[in-house]
Structure formats: C-alpha cells, structure tokens
C-alpha cells in the first residue's frame, strides 16, 4: 500500500514537473528570455562605448600645454624724469609650464620677451625641459630690462615721459615653447605653447603692481 501510495506521488511531481517546462517553453516565455538577452547586450555595447569615450576625451586626447608667469619680483629698478625719461631694471620671474595631459611634455628652450610698447626691452632664456604628466614645471629665469632700445623710437620720450609720470610701468612678454606630448608612450605629437602677459610695475614700490597671461 505504501509504494503504490509513494508511486502515485512520483507521477504527480512528474506531472507537475512537465508542467512547469511546457511553461517555460512557450513562445511568450521564449520571447521574454530573447528580449532581456538583447537588452543586456545593447547595455553592454553602450557601457563599453561610453568607456572608450571618457577613454579617449580624459586620457588619450592631447591637450596644449599653458605658459604662462607666476612670481616677478624686482631687483633693482632706476627711473628717469618726464624731461629725461629713462628705466633700467632687473628682475627675477618665475616661467610655469602646465601639462594637463596624461603623458609627459617635452620642449625645447626658447626666449622669452619683455617688451615696451612693442619694442623689445629684455630677453631671458627658458632652457628646454620636460613637465610630467598632470604636473607644472616652473623655472625661473633673470632679465634685464632697459630703454637703450626706445631712443632711436619716433615720439619715444613724450610715450615714456607721460607714463614714468603716472608712477607705472607697463611691459608686455611673449614666449613660444615647441615641444613634444607623449602619452602613454602610445601617442606622440608636437605640441607649441604660448605666453602672452602683461605687467604693471609700481615705480615707487618697486614691485609688481598687476599681472595678467592669457
């Protein structure tokens, strides 16, 4: 009695059991299981897109390097008249070359250019070096600066003489750095940098009164 009892309960898993397949085989549940596959892969194909993007924009995209001044600190600065107008000076600035790249930037040395009113007034040179990745290399360099150049300069004198007047002087700089980006040794291109600034000296303080670069 009990193993006809115990094998009317085998047919019945059995039976639930083939029950519960056909189920699971029929086209709507087929049709489900074929949907989240698909959904899973175009999610998968979308992760690895937008990976390769922030790849791309965040690491392997070559970006310029900045040039541009920091700290300028005068050393030594004499100043003539509005009837005689004349500066001679010296003064120590600080070059800051900033990689914003994943991968080291190297440059060859250059000048860089004070000028007055266009006219070139001091000269100093930027040695070649290299700035590491998502770093800033600052070198500092020496000019002298002086208004020799300006003398044979049309109206020089009324342009300076009005300018010593109002206590400031005002000096431009330029510098162009060439060099080289490479990032992760995979990428290597030429990079050129520049500097554009603008000082305004206190001639009664001696000191640097307003610097801007772009």
Known sequence: MAEKIEKIDQQAANKHLGSDEEQMNTPES??????RRIKC???????QIVHNLIFYFL????RTPKVKLGTVTVQNLVTGSQDLPYFDMSFT??????N???GSYSFNSTNATFMYEGVTVGQALI?????????TKRVNVTVNANSSELISRRNFKQALGRELSSGFLNLSSQAMLSGRVAVMSLIKKKSFAQMNCTIAINLSAK???YLNCM
Request: hydrophobic residues 55%; without cysteine.
């Open 207 to 209: 000191a640097v009164q």
């Open 93 to 98: 600035a600080q070059v800051r070359i900033k």
């Open 127 to 135: 040695p070649n070096g290299t700035a590491g990745w998502l770093s």
């Open 59 to 62: 690491v392997m995209r070559v």
């Open 100 to 102: 914003t790249n994943f």
């Open 30 to 35: 087929n049709a489900l299981r074929r949907k």
């Open 41 to 47: 892969i175009f999610n998968f194909i979308v992760l």
